[in-house]
């Protein structure tokens, strides 16, 4: 299985910091790399998919880059809807794997 | 809009089984692959198991190979999940995910529909 790493594990910043999260797989994904928010007692939501696609109704300030091993969600400008848990998410091989998730809290 | 409604979670003893259902409106249920992923404080999010439009194409995760089984209705818009030999480590929050695509493996694909998931404790 395909092992994905994020980093940080958590982080605190304030409303308007930009913020950048990691996601490094143990082996290459090409460009199957999904990004998921997910907020306390909710579903995942998918933010971004294809490493950089983003989905439909999600606003711009988040992007996604990378290939292969490392990839990058950033969020442009923080917002309070955005304090939640990012997780990233692999569908390159079958089992699809997360990562352990991003704890994006407020300072 | 997606809906995705979980039903059939609950406490169990371990060796017994247990069937979860998924139903499915507000898309096109067999013109996507679907999926369950479930969740722990501990483990984080797991897929467990992932099954193509037409049930042509059907994944499992190691840990629950030879006791689950997912299947679809695709006339009542409705996954299922067969849990038998339930285990301690079973017990998480159960999602019923939409996939993006027409089957998982193979193409880029993510699960951009979810239910609110169903608890399963095992105990």
């Known amino acids: 299985d395909i092992q994905m790493t994020q980093s940080p594990s958590s982080l605190s910043a304030s409303v308007g910091d930009r913020v950048t999260i990691t996601c490094r797989a143990s082996q290459s994904t090409s460009n199957f790399l999904n990004w998921y928010q997910q907020k306390p007692g909710k579903a995942p939501l998918l933010l971004i998919y294809?490493?950089?696609t983003l989905q439909s109704g999600v606003p711009s300030r988040f992007s996604g880059s990378g290939s292969g091993t490392d990839f990058t969600l950033t969020i442009s400008s923080l917002q309070p809807e955005d304090f939640a848990t990012y997780y990233c998410?692999?569908?390159?091989?079958?089992?699809?794997?997360f990562g352990q998730g991003t704890n994006v809290e407020i300072k | 809009d997606v809906q995705l409604v979980e039903s059939g979670g609950g406490l169990v003893q371990p060796g017994r089984s247990l069937r979860l259902s998924c139903a499915a409106s507000g898309f096109t249920f067999d013109d996507y692959a679907m999926h369950w992923v479930r969740q722990t404080p501990g483990r984080g999010l797991e897929w467990v198991s992932g099954?193509?439009?037409?049930?042509?194409?059907?994944g499992y995760a190691e840990s629950v190979k030879g006791r689950f089984t997912i299947s679809r209705d695709n006339a009542k818009n409705s996954l299922y999940l067969q849990m038998n030999s339930l285990r301690v480590e079973d017990t998480a929050l159960y999602y019923c995910?939409?996939?993006?695509?027409?089957?998982?493996?193979?193409?880029?694909?993510?699960?951009?529909?979810w239910g609110q998931g169903t608890t399963v404790t095992v105990s």
């Open positions: 995910a939409k996939g993006s695509m027409i089957r998982f493996g193979g193409v880029p694909y993510a699960m951009d529909g």
């Open positions: 998410q692999q569908t390159y091989t079958t089992p699809p794997t």
């Open positions: 294809t490493a950089s």
């Open positions: 099954i193509s439009w037409n049930s042509g194409n059907i």
